[in-house]
């Protein structure tokens, strides 16, 4: 945990192609992340 942020869902590669991950702030809000990768 820094700056009081949490890691909910660590980052994973999904078989979609994204590669995502979630965190908490401080004040309990969700926030979640994703980068659609290009297929080779």
Do not use: Q
């Not at 890691?7 to 965190?23: E, Q, S």
């Amino acid at each position: 945990m820094r700056y009081g942020v949490r890691t909910l869902r660590p980052i994973a590669d999904k078989p979609w192609g994204d590669r995502v991950f979630t965190v908490a702030d401080p004040d309990g809000y969700e926030l979640s992340f994703a980068l659609t990768r290009a297929s080779a």
